[in-house]
């Protein structure tokens, strides 16, 4: 979860882990990097188990420890705020310079979100200016509230299957090139960290994909910042 402090990273996630509790309004700012796992399904029916890093907007928090995560991310939800102007202006002028600097942009799936569309009078980022930000950067949008709680389940299992579709792909060319039915690619072996997600395959391939990058860079410790 990347975005500008306040724009509703940690309510989409309270929302979709929690979808029957109310709002808080009264919500502090996340410092550093909160962890959540959740199972969703995929639009093909598949089951995932997906790690959700909600990261801190604040820029003192996030030019220091983003760059380790984005390394090892698999996906990224962009999160602005309907009605703040500003926090739209970021997602070009802050938060794809360093997505682009850090990531490995080829592999991330990446969907934009327009969060706190129950507040539509005091919109100030229409539909098609994110329409045309869709565009440019080759990415999908949805608008969501946190608050009544409309699109949030529909935007992460979105991404997760994005994600998952590009983890098949991976695994069905590796196959190809090895003859060997199932990838483990992580460094350790051992899954569970806060930099793996898992997948469970119902499509008759062989059992589970471990979305960890081939030589995708940071260890587990790196990924913690630990
Ligand atoms: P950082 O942790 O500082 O990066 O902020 P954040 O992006 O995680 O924002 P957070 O979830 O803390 O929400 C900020 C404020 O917006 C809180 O007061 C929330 O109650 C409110 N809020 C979040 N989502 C919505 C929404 O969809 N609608 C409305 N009306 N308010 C929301």
Redesign the pocket.
């Known amino acids: ?1 990347l ?13 979709l882990t929690n979808p029957e509790r109310p ?9 550093g990097i909160e962890f959540d796992t959740q199972m969703l399904t995929t639009a093909s029916g598949d089951k995932v188990k997906a790690q959700i890093w ?5 820029e003192r928090f996030a030019r220091v420890l983003l760059p380790t995560y984005f390394r090892k991310a698999k996906g990224v939800i962009l ?1 602005y ?1 309907i ?1 703040n102007a500003k926090s739209f202006e970021s997602l070009s002028e802050r938060w794809m310079a360093q997505l682009n600097d850090h990531a490995s942009t080829d592999d991330l799936a990446k969907l934009l979100v327009g ?5 539509e009078a005091s919109r100030e980022v229409t539909k098609d200016k994110a329409e045309l930000f869709c565009q440019e950067y080759g990415m999908e949008l949805l608008e ?5 709680g409309d699109n949030v389940l529909a935007s992460f299992e979105k991404l997760i299957g994005m994600v998952h579709d590009k983890a098949l792909k991976a695994s069905k060319l590796q196959q190809q090139k090895t003859g060997i039915g199932a990838i483990n690619s992580s460094a350790g072996g051992a899954g569970g960290g806060p930099s793996s997600t898992t997948a469970s395959g119902s499509r008759g391939d062989s059992g589970a994909i471990n979305l960890d990058a081939p030589g995708g860079g940071a260890s587990q410790g790196e990924a913690c910042g630990c």
């Not at 709002?23 to 410092?31: E, G, P, Q, V, W």
């Open positions: 979860m975005g500008d402090s306040g724009v509703g990273k940690t309510s989409l996630v309270a929302r709002l808080n309004h009264d919500i502090s700012a996340t410092m909600d990261t801190a907007g604040q999160v705020d009605t969060n706190k569309s129950d507040l969501t509230s946190a608050k009544s």
